[in-house]
């Protein structure tokens, strides 16, 4: 499909009706110097930037979004994402939200984009949004979506891919209008059925008769990556405000990478007028997409892993799709193309010219698990400071290319999570010995050796009963969806 749509319509759709994804037909601009961020709110930023970013949306309605989204008390921090500094390389930490991960920022605003489009289109249709989840997403759009009105939610998550506290903070959290299924697969399994599911030819039958539309939670829907470039251009006033660098100086960004939305945003943010160098594209073992900004071969015919960083297991990243189409100079042709290639043969190349540009931006590397938890070591024994499992390979990815290339550019690293999330992996690698008792106990005692506060959120969520205990696999999701769509909510 090669027609424009309004953000609103963009927003409510998810996706295309062909199984595209939507981009932006210009990119907001920043609009001022930007030795002005520092004396901007989080809040101020975002509105600023949304109204431009998702035009379609009334002034009015852009403020209500943020105020509601961003409400006071729902983040830890009164930053938002406040930048820990430890000399060139600068955390932005993206953590403080309900769930304890970088998906909070823009999945606090998401659901109430989605109910004001939904008004703003004067859509009676309940809005069914189907996501999938390598883990992180899954909890931040259930805590978002819990209860909305005219919403369900239906949350796919591969049964063993995530972590203990990843899978407890989805089983456990309530909203009568939440519905949480573990897949007998691996994410990009997951991902799979719910785009087969949007391409179904049966459910949009059930849908109209249940006056139900599909949505998307996934960074698929552009609602969810237009408001993640707000926190890079926050984290660029707060290192102006420390002194950190001088208004208009580059910086690399570092993001550990698996779906490729986060990093997508920063590119996006680039273009809106932030002073980037580099884009340091970091993963583990299956590294897919440093394969292909290494080659211009896309692949995911190859084995799948389970890894210490299970948010980045994923061999299909569906946000490259949309920066292809940038960088191709919006050649929708060649994009189908490689998308139908990357269906039918697991792989696609891209042409020499689209590679050499991709290639003046982006630098990737990876590490596997023994690399990350040496990581995870070093830091804190050289700073104190506790990394997170995919934080910590995007460390190390930006060690290895700080050594090859010598580049001493000041570096940005995104901070996905909190390591509390991920004890079964922080623990051995911050003690040197094996994991025992719960994932709680765990939490408890990398709490009193590190002197490192546990979120309450987490203490909370230790004697959660679960809530959610559905279960499919890939052949029976469909059935589960149309059983799904027809089960009243409880007023």
Known sequence: MNRSVSAPEAVFQGLAPDGGLFVPTQFPQLGFDLDQLPSKSYRELATHLLKQ????YTAETMDAVVRLGYAEGKFDD??????????????????????????????????????????????????????????????????????????RIVVFYPDQGISLVQKKQMVCQPGKNLFVCGVDGNFDQAQSL?????????????LDQNNQSFSTANSMNIGRLIPQMVYYFHAYGQLIEKGKVSSGDPINIVVPSGNFGNILAAWYAKQAGLPVKTFLVASNKNHALPDFFNTGIYSADRPFHRTDSPSMDILISSNLERLLFHLSGNDAPLISTLMTELKQKKRYAVPDTLKARIQSEFYAGYCDDAACRDEIKR????????????TAVASRV??????????TTPALIAATASP??????????????PPQGTDFDLIRIIAQKTAVEVPSILQN?????????DHC????????VQNTLSKGILS
């Open 379 to 390: 830091y804190h024994k050289k700073t104190n400071y506790v990394l997170d499992p995919h």
């Open 194 to 206: 719910v785009k087969a599911l949007f391409a179904n030819k049966v459910l949009p039958t059930t």
């Open 473 to 480: 696999t890939p052949d029976t999701a469909f059935n589960y």
């Open 461 to 469: 969520l230790e004697n959660a009963k679960p809530l959610h205990t």
């Open 53 to 56: 970013g998702l035009p379609g």
């Open 78 to 151: 009164p930053l938002f994402a406040p930048v820990k500094s430890f000399g060139d390389r600068h955390f932005i930490e993206l953590f403080h939200g309900p769930t304890l991960a970088f998906k909070d920022m823009a999945l606090s605003l998401l659901p109430h984009l989605l109910v004001a489009a939904q008004k703003q289109l004067g859509i009676s249709k309940e809005a069914v949004i189907l996501t999938a989840t390598s883990g992180d997403t899954g909890s931040a759009a259930l805590t978002g979506f819990a209860d909305l009105p005219n919403t």
């Open 420 to 433: 509390f999330k991920f004890p079964a992996t922080v623990f051995p690698a911050l003690f040197g010995s």
């Open 398 to 407: 930006l060690s290895n290319y700080q050594q090859s290339t010598t580049d």
